[in-house]
DNA sequence: GCACTGTGGATAGTGTCGCTCCCCATGCGG
DNA sequence: CCGCATGGGGAGCGACACTATCCACAGTGC
């Protein structure tokens, strides 16, 4: 298809288009000549995809480093996690990794990566919860960790079995754009609870 | 104690502070005549706040709006949870509630009111992680509100019974600030839980 | 009394970011 | 051969969160 055929079925500009180009968010289309590319399906799903990592909050910056990730398939099973780890924004500035969050851990029995990008987030996320007033004691936290197990199983549940490069693509999507659904629910949650209590 | 002190307590720049004082982010120190006042521990507490939500990716705009809700504390237990739905930011732009959302929350079981913000913005965060190719099953959605009530259950067993202005700024800062504490323990999760699989 | 520093108040400027507009040369379609 | 969409690229725009500068003046130290 071209440009204007993919602006028309994702609904965005070409212009934009054209910008996400030439920052790399999208890879260029089939060369048919000078003024001729040929964009596929693939490229339809990138667009979807930066769309909603932009619209979530992504800087377009972040988005190229996830999307160069995704161009790159983990070799097996046992990368994927770790380059999605890599290749994800993090939820939050990162810090020293601070001696609660590695003795939290260790009572969960979590077996992390000691470098995971997510420790320096939480430890982060953790300080500056805490700065705003938000107590945030130890049994929250290992009480939000239990229910992070039970979200996380849902999460590797559906991840695609059959295929590495769509594995990761679902992962590292359902990560970011599953968030602000959690924390939907997480406030919808909080009105029944507190209703029915 | 004076703007300076104010800013060397914080570590915000004067001329932020005066900057916060013009948009209403802070409500002006006590004037002790036309070139000085007096600013409290309150508004070192309300100094952290607004910079930790706006570390948080919340704009001045919606900080205010927090801010000011804060500063008009509800008048009963029950005024609480709607009151604050209300001054949260939403975490995803709103669009017209679904029939699916309607429904999950019937199978569900909660109670929620019929204009909860959240329902606008849960809407809207599933439509976009679904046009980005992340499916959200029914049961997936349903495995993700089962941990959301966890959750929920230790926000609410952290909400302070004494006072309800501070019971209102605990809800409010804790939901917006534990969201990515979540976040980074769910990335901890699916690492934890894809390894011991 | 007097210089000096810090203050409240206000205006204008800065840097970043995500587009958006415009221009050009080209080459396919009619 | 003409019109027009395209690829490519530079420059501009609007929003945003500060940040810099200026002003008149009130305390403070001397």
């Known amino acids: 298809m071209r440009i204007s055929e993919l602006s028309e079925a994702s609904g965005v500009p070409v212009a934009t288009l054209k910008y996400y180009l030439r920052e790399g968010l999208l890879p260029p289309g089939?060369?048919?000549g000078a003024t001729r590319a040929d964009y596929s399906e693939d490229h339809l799903r990138r667009v979807r995809l930066v769309?909603?990592?932009?619209?979530?909050?992504?800087s377009v910056a972040e988005a190229?480093?996830?999307?160069e990730a995704l161009d790159d398939p983990p070799r097996s099973r046992h990368d994927l996690l770790?380059?999605?780890?890599?290749?994800?924004?993090?939820?939050?500035?990162?810090?020293?990794?601070?001696?609660?969050?590695?003795?939290l851990l260790a009572d969960l029995g979590w077996v992390v990566g000691p470098d995971s990008p997510a420790l320096h987030s939480l430890s982060g996320?953790?300080?500056?919860?805490?700065?705003?007033?938000?107590?945030?004691?130890?049994?929250?936290?290992?009480?939000?960790?239990?229910?992070?197990?039970?979200?996380?199983?849902?999460?590797?549940?559906?991840?695609?079995?059959d295929d590495l490069a769509s594995a990761l693509h679902r992962v590292v999507a359902g990560t970011v754009?599953?968030?602000?659904?959690?924390?939907?629910?997480?406030?919808?949650?909080?009105?029944?609870?507190?209703s029915r209590g």
């Open 30 to 32: 089939e060369s048919l």
């Open 51 to 58: 769309r909603a990592l932009v619209d979530a909050g992504v």
């Open 64 to 67: 190229r480093r996830v999307t």
């Open 82 to 103: 770790g380059r999605a780890q890599y290749a994800l924004p993090a939820p939050h500035a990162a810090t020293p990794v601070s001696d609660e969050v590695t003795g």
């Open 125 to 161: 996320a953790i300080a500056a919860a805490r700065s705003a007033g938000v107590p945030l004691p130890t049994d929250a936290l290992t009480g939000y960790a239990r229910a992070s197990e039970a979200v996380a199983a849902v999460d590797v549940s559906n991840v695609p079995t």
């Open 177 to 194: 754009l599953v968030d602000p659904v959690l924390a939907a629910l997480r406030r919808l949650a909080q009105e029944h609870v507190s």
